[in-house]
Structure formats: C-alpha cells, structure tokens
C-alpha cells in the first residue's frame, strides 16, 4: 500500500488557536490537494476490497483513520454546528482537496463497516452511490483542471459528467 504520512499537528486541532490553527489547515490542505495521494488511497482500497480480506479492509480504515479521521470529523461536525474556523476551512477546498477527503472517509467508512460497496465493472460503488460518485466527480475535475488525463475510477462512478453509466444503475 501507498506511504502516507502522518499530519500530527492537525490531529492536535482541537487543542489549538490562531497561527498554530491557521498551520495545521495550510498542512490539512495541501495534503488533501495531493492527486497522487488521494489516486494511491483509491487504488489501494479497491486492491483490497478486490481481495476481498476484512482484516486488511480493517486495518487499512485505521490506517487512515489514525492519519486523517479526526480532522475529517472535526472539519464535519464544525460545519454541522457553524464552527467559524470549519467554515474558513471548507471555503478553501476545490475538488481535489474535496476528494481527498472523500476518498479517505470512504476508506474509513467501508473498513468499519458503515458503508456498503458493490463491485460494479471495473469500479466498487458504494450504497449509496452518491458517496462514491460524488469522490469521482471531485477526482475527475481535478484531473482535469491541472491537464492530466481522466484516470479509471476505481471507487465511484464519473457517471453524470461522462455519461458512460453502463454499471452504475441503481437497483
């Protein structure tokens, strides 16, 4: 599986302010930016579902889980209860930066069991489809906004954008 690194000043978030605050987001975003990161997550989760091994499905979760699942939260629950800072933060992220985190809340969500995915095709389609679709929507924006070619999904489906939607009908 891909090298990942750790992001220990935005796991301590919570317990911080102003510069130090500022920091950790700047860290946060411009790791959520990196394509080639989120791709390597992406690939490395449809690896192992192909596989078919929960243990590994599970520790992958964690893995990611202890790198980036309490910045995701935290990014969640402050926009849910109007947090000033979740707000600044979330006015920063573009498709890529969404897609990280989608792609890594996926990941997190599948391993622990909260989210179900099918094999479809080439891809795994999570239930509902609109998590997984909407990771391949923000991914193939990305793609497309730094002049890299559209890659094959592995999660989710491009569906609405390529109209290429063979496998992803809903039952």
Known sequence: MGAYR??????????VTGPA???ANDAFVSRMRDLRETRQIEQDLAKTLKAGDKAALAA????????????????????RKGSKEARELSLRLGPCERAGIEIRS???????????VE????????????TGNTY?????????????????????SACVATGNCND????
């Open 106 to 116: 996926i990941a997190i969500g599948v391993g622990t069991g909260r989210l179900a």
């Open 60 to 79: 992958f979760a964690r893995k990611i889980d202890s790198q980036d699942g309490k910045t995701i939260r935290w990014l969640a629950d402050g926009m």
């Open 168 to 171: 992803d009908d809903e039952d």
């Open 6 to 15: 750790p992001l220990s000043a935005v796991i301590l978030m919570l317990s």
């Open 136 to 156: 391949a929507e923000d991914v193939r924006v990305c793609e497309i906004l730094f002049g890299l070619p559209v890659s094959t999904r592995g999660i989710g």
């Open 119 to 130: 094999e479809r095709g080439a891809a795994f389609l999570t239930k509902p489809r609109s």
């Open 21 to 23: 605050i500022a920091q």
